[in-house]
């Protein structure tokens, strides 16, 4: 079976560092994306892995690791306008599967 | 490049009655468009997956005779919910495959009353 694995909220601060973790099982790999979601708009991209290491793209990071089908997003000097939902998605099999997501609020 | 244009971006729409779903590629052509449902505070669902001048691949679940999908042109890709009933009312969002499918529509919120 296909299953994508990330908590479901998350708190930080404004200006800290947070990380939201992905955990993936799927039936064939072609990479994996993060995306932003805020409540009632389509999803904006973020990032794509598709070899095993760190994408740094300014104040927000990816990291993948095919082996332990792990994955995590960084964002570092968090903003408010950080808060949303944040997705991470597995491309497998001709289509891209999503994970549930993750709800990140931001405190001032 | 690779802007899509989803149409209408709200609908309501009586229960028992059509809701047509726009998806247009404005500056490159979709050889496949995905369609996906959001319920609130869920993750995207993906409900098909369509080929131009072919006929949609459904994901189990997904009644194809209730959601109608045309990809009849390289830009264009529609998705018609028939019969729409309150547990329809979702966020409806289009996909065309890009390079690596990073690109969605807008989205469209329909509302079923």
């Known amino acids: 079976g296909q299953n994508i694995d990330q908590p479901t909220e998350m708190t930080a601060t404004e200006g800290a560092i947070v990380q939201i973790n992905c955990t993936y099982q799927t039936s064939g790999f072609n990479g994996l994306f993060w995306y932003q979601q805020h409540a009632g708009e389509a999803p904006t991209f973020l990032s794509y892995n598709v070899l095993d290491g760190l994408e740094e793209k300014g104040r927000f990071s990816s990291f993948l690791s095919r082996s332990k089908g792990y994955s995590y997003l960084l964002l570092k000097e968090l903003q408010m306008k950080d808060s949303a939902s944040y997705l991470c998605?597995?491309?497998?099999?001709?289509?891209?599967?999503f994970g549930k997501g993750t709800r990140l609020h931001i405190l001032p | 490049g690779a802007v899509v244009s989803q149409h209408p971006s709200r609908v309501i729409c009586k229960s028992g009655t059509s809701v047509k779903i726009e998806c247009r590629s404005l500056d490159f052509q979709a050889t496949t468009m995905f369609w996906y449902r959001q319920f609130p505070k869920q993750s995207l669902m993906l409900m098909a997956t369509s080929n131009e001048g072919s006929k949609a691949t459904y994901e189990q679940g997904v009644e194809k005779d209730k959601f109608l999908i045309n990809h009849a042109s390289l830009t264009l890709s529609t998705l018609t919910v028939t019969s729409a009933h309150p547990e329809d009312s979702s966020f409806y969002i289009c996909s065309p495959l890009v390079g690596y499918g990073y690109t969605f529509g807008s989205g469209t919120r329909l509302t079923v009353v």
């Open positions: 998605a597995v491309s497998g099999d001709d289509k891209i599967i």
